[in-house]
């Protein structure tokens, strides 16, 4: 559907009063000097390495296309980042002065807060394609010039950089806008290609066959398997429809063997999703996979063991419940998580679960040891660093683990041993929502979501002056207390669970009942993670068979032996029976085969085991033939 030009450019302007809006708040004044920052030189190295793809694509691969039409314009191309700061500039400066000529240096920002109402930094504000007059502009030092941009996005739909093209407001700019719109959408375009034109199908369509090559053409990328894994804005325009993991084969209206089969680039028409009418050519991987044969796909999918969903996590505890439920509610919300409980509980194993039930799960989640780190490498493993910040320094520098975690989750697990001296640029970094690497004056901003862990009392440390009390505030939104092992109601369920996900195929299901009795009355000083220890120890020793009680390691025993005696539990008993699988009556001479193969042909063991004399074992053995 057309858009209206009043209407759009309503939009433009409501877009324009809101940026004065921000200027305003901000306590920008219109007279006043505008605030140019620019990167140091080795800064601007880092990010023109860091963004060496987008650079590329802009000088190498769009640009020419456009070179005639610059070369007759007073204009000037600004590449930036998504942060605003000036990657690169293409054309040739002829209408600034000295003046005004700082602002268009490489490594400049040009968001708001620096510069006011501008191009560029209100199409990072404002997440759409902005034209900013003269007299729009928040300053006046900036009125001389009009500024065309537009965001451009990478292939995952995140936003990568700003194209802007300034000139003279003198001069006509009926052409500009639509020009870097065009501009930015071909650097999508090719973005698109050369992540996945080598090794996957790409698909150009339009209404009309003489426009297939243009950059306003609808773009998709399938694989093999015709799954649209990347289009463009376009695409998803044209046919008015979502089309991220869509079966290509519902789009074309074909089936995925004649959508392969098409000629190479040659143009074809065909009904898209039914009810339009489209022409498009399909470009083959340019190259081509060998087809030899791929079990994997057979196969089970293989699944991290140590990984439980989190409506998985409890099997029927309350308390586990509850922790649960109160997660949920404010995972994807600006509001922090502090988790507590005792060592070998599942804190961690809580937080992978909160990061995939989370609007972040494709994002990274980033675990940080704060007890494991060495304090005097604490500093530059979270915050980052530049070249020569410190002796032994990468060439390179580091981000820091903080900026590795940017729009995804950060997890510091052991907070409480974190020193004091890291405390305190912790808490600037969740203040201010930055990170500041060490040798560097250039802030880099961070969306996180900050879950954190402890074995111990904050509030005591607080109180004994080993954690700040601000910093305190910052990571204990909502507190959760996993509960230790010896205290959940879901024990039996549990035993079961954690030998279902660790035993091998062949391998049963079951627990004995006189080990899920043993495991029920241990005080697991260890918890889940000494369960989980202890489970696969005597899978490994049990092979084939169920576990049992000589199968279970000695210092599982040694822990058992300093838990007072308990008397004949009855809740117990109901519970096991409520749990355990039904089996067969146990047959003597089965159980003393089965007992004798589990201790390795020991008759000794085998007799003590069933309680019964060694003549008797040599008797059942020999009348079934076991032995001679």
């Excluded at 509001?335 to 809580?350: A, M, N, R, S």
Aim: aromatic share 8%; with cysteine; proline share 5%.
């Amino acid at each position: 559907m057309a858009i209206d030009p009043k209407e759009k450019a309503s939009d433009l302007s409501q877009i324009i009063k809101q940026s004065w809006t921000r200027c305003e708040q901000l306590g920008l004044r219109q007279s006043g000097q505008p605030d140019v920052k620019q990167l140091p030189r080795y800064d601007q190295e880092l990010l023109n390495e860091e963004h060496k793809g987008l650079i590329d694509t802009t000088h190498s691969e769009v640009l020419p296309y456009y070179e005639n039409i610059l070369s007759n314009t007073q204009c000037l191309i600004l590449l930036a980042d998504s942060h605003g700061n000036a990657l690169n500039r293409w054309g040739k400066p002829r209408f600034l002065t000295k003046q005004n000529s700082p602002v268009f240096q490489k490594g400049v920002n040009w968001t708001e807060n620096h510069l006011g109402t501008n191009s560029i930094g209100t199409v990072l504000e404002s997440g759409d394609a902005v034209q900013v007059q003269r007299d729009e502009h928040y300053f006046r030092t900036y009125r001389f010039m009009i500024g065309s941009a537009c965001p451009i996005y990478d292939a995952n739909r995140k936003l990568i950089g700003v194209l802007d093209v300034s000139s003279d407001a003198y001069l006509p700019q009926a052409h500009t806008f639509g020009m870097v719109k065009l501009m930015a959408q071909g650097i999508e375009n090719r973005l698109i290609v050369s992540q996945f034109g080598k090794n996957n199908y790409l698909a150009s369509f339009n209404t009309n066959a003489d426009n297939l090559d243009s950059q306003w053409s609808g773009l998709i990328a399938f694989n093999e398997d015709g799954v649209i894994i990347s289009a463009n804005k376009r695409a998803e325009l044209i046919l008015n429809t979502q089309l991220a993991l869509v079966d290509v084969s519902s789009i074309f209206d074909m089936s995925l063997n004649d959508i392969k089969n098409l000629p190479n680039q040659v143009p074809v028409c065909f009904q898209a999703i039914g009810k339009y009418r489209m022409h498009a050519i399909v470009k083959s991987p340019s190259v081509i996979a060998i087809q030899t044969p791929n079990f994997e796909k057979k196969a089970l999918p293989k699944t991290d063991k140590n990984f439980i969903a989190l409506d998985d996590f409890s099997s029927g505890d309350e308390r586990i419940e509850r922790c649960v439920e109160q997660a949920k509610r404010v995972i994807d919300k600006d509001i922090p998580i502090l988790i507590h409980g005792e060592t070998g509980v599942g804190k961690e194993v809580f937080v992978k679960a909160l990061h995939q039930f989370s609007d972040r799960k494709r994002c990274p989640l980033v675990a940080v040891n704060c007890a494991a780190i060495p304090s005097e490498l604490a500093e530059s493993e979270l915050f980052g660093y530049v070249k020569g910040a410190f002796t032994g320094a990468s060439e390179k520098g580091a981000p820091g683990l903080i900026r590795n975690a940017n729009t995804g989750t950060l997890f510091l697990d052991e907070i409480g041993e974190m020193p004091l001296k890291l405390q305190g640029r912790l808490l600037r970094v969740l203040q201010e929502r930055s990170v500041t690497p060490l040798g560097s004056s250039q802030s880099y901003p961070v969306d996180i979501k900050l879950i954190s862990a402890t074995n111990k009392s904050l509030r005591e440390n607080v109180a004994n002056g080993l954690f700040r009390q601000d910093l305190y505030y910052r990571v204990s939104g909502l507190n959760i207390e996993l509960p230790p092992l010896r205290e959940r109601a879901d024990k039996i369920q549990l035993f079961s669970k954690i030998n279902q996900m660790y035993k091998e195929q062949h391998q049963p299901a079951q627990l004995s009942p006189r080990v899920i009795e043993l495991f029920y009355n241990h005080p697991w000083p260890g918890n889940v993670r000494q369960l989980v220890s202890v489970i696969q120890i005597a899978l490994a020793m049990c092979d084939e068979g169920m576990i049992q009680e000589w199968h279970l390691p000695d210092d599982f025993f040694a822990d058992l032996k300093m838990t007072p005696s308990l008397p004949a539990n009855t809740l117990l008993q109901t519970k096991l029976r409520s749990h355990a699988s039904p089996e067969p009556e146990s047959d003597p001479l089965n159980e003393t085969i089965r007992v004798y193969n589990d201790t390795h042909q020991n008759i000794s063991k085998t007799a003590r085991l069933l309680s019964v004399s060694r003549n008797t074992v040599y008797k059942r053995l020999k009348n079934a033939d076991v032995i001679k």
